[in-house]
């Protein structure tokens, strides 16, 4: 029968021999000529050892870099401008921070800019509970249809997130949903021209728009007697925006789609 005691007995003794011998003669032993391989280990002091690897939130590398880009806009006359808008990540509490100088449009520009940091959150899968973005519209804002610039500040905040810079060659106009899907805007003929005029190569716009459809009423009259009768006919009148403005368009239904187009 396996004795226990005698084992421990002749383990102690061992430990206490060894101890002395390291005493007196330091220099004759090495610590590591005292460390049994594993595999040379009696089976019942084999030691087992596992690790434990936590996984922590992504936390983007946030620098210095303002994200820059330039978004296509109707003013009150109905022709198209280009105005400039920015967005800058840096280190914070989680806020987000507007500077509007003219803000005509607030509610509009702030609901897309929320819907903006939540659709950039969910496609980078950073934690931005210690980031602060910082959105400027630089130009006078007014001229800004808050929804139609949805697109552009999602890919800013991406950009400025991911610390990158974007394509100036390319513009893109268009809404934000929390899905990241790109909404219709209205205008995008003169917003094409506006991109056009500054130099742009691409003009995105979303799905459907590249092709635009308007109704021309046409007033028809005729008489009865001394009654006159008149009806309003439509005739339907099809524009390419791409032949009309004489810039590239191309149609995106998401922001993934629009990033390729966007980020170096």
């Not at 209205?186 to 308007?214: E, W």
Request: glycine residues 6%; charged residues 20%.
């Amino acid at each position: 029968m396996f004795d226990m005691e005698r084992l421990l007995e002749v383990l102690v003794s061992v430990l206490i021999i060894v101890v002395l011998a390291v005493a007196i003669f330091p220099n004759s032993f090495k610590i590591q000529d005292l460390i049994l391989p594993k595999e040379k280990l009696p089976q019942f002091l084999s030691v087992t050892t596992t690790t434990i690897i936590k996984e922590t939130p992504s936390t983007p590398e946030i620098g210095s870099r303002e994200v820059l880009m330039y978004v296509p806009a109707v003013d009150d006359n109905g022709n198209g401008t280009a105005l400039e808008i920015s967005v800058q990540a840096r280190p914070g509490e989680g806020r987000v921070l507007t500077d509007i100088n003219n803000l005509f449009f607030w509610v509009d520009t702030q609901n897309s800019i929320r819907v903006a940091e939540r659709v950039a959150q969910n496609i980078t899968k950073a934690d931005i509970s210690k980031i602060d973005l910082i959105y400027n519209v630089k130009t006078n804002a007014s001229a800004i249809e808050g929804p139609s610039a949805g697109a552009a500040l999602t890919i800013a905040t991406i950009a400025a997130l991911e610390d990158k810079d974007v394509n100036h060659d390319v513009m893109i106009t268009g809404t934000i949903n929390p899905d990241g899907t790109i909404g219709p805007v209205g205008g995008i003929d003169a917003k094409a021209q506006a991109a056009k005029d500054i130099g742009v190569k691409t003009f995105l716009v979303p799905a459907g728009q590249s092709i635009q459809r308007t109704y021309k009423p046409t007033q028809v009259c005729e008489t009865n007697g001394f009654i006159q009768y008149c009806t309003t006919e439509y005739t339907a009148k099809v524009v390419n925006i791409t032949k009309v403005s004489g810039i590239e368009v191309k149609e995106v239904t998401n922001i993934q789609e629009a990033l390729k187009y966007f980020l170096k």
